[in-house]
């Protein structure tokens, strides 16, 4: 049984975690939440290489869907800034397509405003409690 | 000064995109050198960059000339500090922008006859992954 529903993760440009967050789900054994998470982290980085090539060939910022691992499946969202976002889902949140464009369009805006921060270095973890409460909403409101 | 226009331009890129509810990405080295040229400095300054030319020989060479920068417009410079000069600020935000974009470069800015003069060296990987998506 999953413990989490779905895993979001921000990567910096030199592949390093920025910020990864675990959302939703029904409560679990802790067991098999540290099993999925070092899944999760796995099937993300394997998204990683085609999320390269994909950013690449196409301007639009929002790529839907750029890998599938067994009943995961990657959706990558690319900022004008070159850093990306992936979202792991083994369903489609119940708002769909259209609340998981929502949810990384907001996530991005509340990047935007981190960024702006002249305290925070880009690509540097995110360690900010704020953000975190932030990104918590969103996903309420978007996609659980 | 460079480093602190590579502060702002690495924000400042972001910030635009979702200012503007831009989506599309630029990634190509010549449509992002013309959209910084045009959008980005009608953005920052309301005004276009004057000219976009790319060294005759060295392909990785570009330069962007504009006749009268606004940093420098109201700044003269004392004869002891003769190197100093004020469109380095704007070269670190251009050099900011090119760099978290994907487009490893340095920016330099010269005062020349023209004008101010921001040559932009790119990183050779730049270069290579040109000629890929080119020949692709």
Same mark, same amino acid.
């Given at each position: 049984?999953?413990?989490?529903? +779905? +895993?979001?993760?921000?990567?910096?440009?030199?592949?390093?975690? @920025?910020? !990864?967050? !675990?959302?939703?789900?029904?409560?679990?054994?802790?067991?098999?939440?540290?099993d999925n998470r070092h899944l999760n982290q796995f099937i993300?980085?394997?998204?990683?290489?085609?999320?390269?090539?994909?950013?690449?060939?196409?301007?639009?910022? +929002?790529?839907?869907?750029?890998?599938?691992?067994? !009943?995961?499946? @990657?959706?990558?969202? @690319?900022?004008?800034?070159?850093?990306?976002?992936?979202?792991?889902? !083994?369903?489609?949140?119940?708002?769909?397509?259209?609340?998981?464009?929502?949810?990384?369009?907001?996530?991005?805006?509340?990047?935007?405003?981190?960024?702006?921060?002249?305290?925070?270095?880009?690509?540097?973890?995110?360690?900010?409690?704020?953000f975190d409460k932030k990104v918590q909403t969103i996903a309420?409101?978007?996609?659980? | 000064?460079?480093?602190?226009?590579?502060?702002?331009?690495?924000?400042?890129?972001? $910030?635009?995109?979702?200012?503007?509810?831009?989506?599309?990405?630029?990634?190509? $080295?010549?449509?992002?050198?013309?959209?910084?040229?045009?959008?980005?400095?009608?953005?920052?300054?309301?005004?276009?960059?004057?000219?976009?030319?790319?060294?005759?020989?060295?392909?990785?060479?570009?330069?962007?000339?504009?006749?009268?920068?606004?940093?420098?417009?109201?700044?003269?410079?004392?004869?002891?500090?003769?190197?100093?000069?004020?469109?380095?600020?704007?070269?670190?935000?251009?050099?900011?922008?090119?760099?978290?974009?994907?487009?490893?470069?340095?920016?330099?800015?010269?005062?020349?006859?023209?004008?101010?003069?921001?040559?932009?060296?790119?990183?050779?990987?730049?270069?290579?992954?040109?000629?890929? $998506?080119?020949?692709?």
């Amino acid at each position: 049984m999953a413990s989490s529903n +779905y +895993y979001f993760v921000i990567v910096g440009h030199a592949d390093q975690v @920025v910020y !990864e967050v !675990e959302l939703g789900g029904s409560t679990g054994q802790t067991v098999s939440a540290s099993d999925n998470r070092h899944l999760n982290q796995f099937i993300a980085h394997a998204a990683l290489d085609l999320v390269d090539e994909a950013m690449w060939r196409n301007t639009t910022t +929002y790529l839907k869907q750029v890998d599938k691992f067994n !009943e995961w499946t @990657v959706s990558a969202y @690319v900022t004008a800034g070159g850093l990306r976002f992936l979202f792991l889902y !083994e369903h489609l949140p119940r708002t769909g397509e259209d609340g998981l464009k929502n949810f990384l369009t907001e996530v991005y805006e509340t990047y935007v405003k981190l960024l702006l921060n002249p305290f925070y270095v880009p690509d540097k973890p995110i360690r900010s409690g704020a953000f975190d409460k932030k990104v918590q909403t969103i996903a309420r409101k978007c996609i659980l | 000064m460079a480093d602190f226009g590579k502060h702002v331009g690495v924000r400042i890129l972001d $910030l635009f995109f979702l200012r503007n509810g831009k989506d599309k990405r630029e990634v190509r $080295l010549t449509p992002m050198l013309v959209f910084i040229q045009k959008t980005f400095w009608k953005f920052l300054f309301n005004r276009e960059a004057d000219h976009l030319e790319q060294h005759a020989q060295e392909a990785k060479i570009y330069y962007i000339i504009e006749r009268e920068c606004l940093v420098n417009k109201f700044i003269s410079v004392p004869k002891d500090k003769g190197t100093l000069n004020c469109a380095s600020f704007v070269a670190g935000i251009v050099e900011g922008i090119l760099c978290t974009s994907g487009f490893t470069c340095k920016v330099h800015a010269l005062q020349g006859p023209r004008g101010t003069t921001y040559v932009i060296d790119f990183a050779q990987s730049v270069m290579d992954r040109e000629s890929r $998506l080119d020949a692709k």
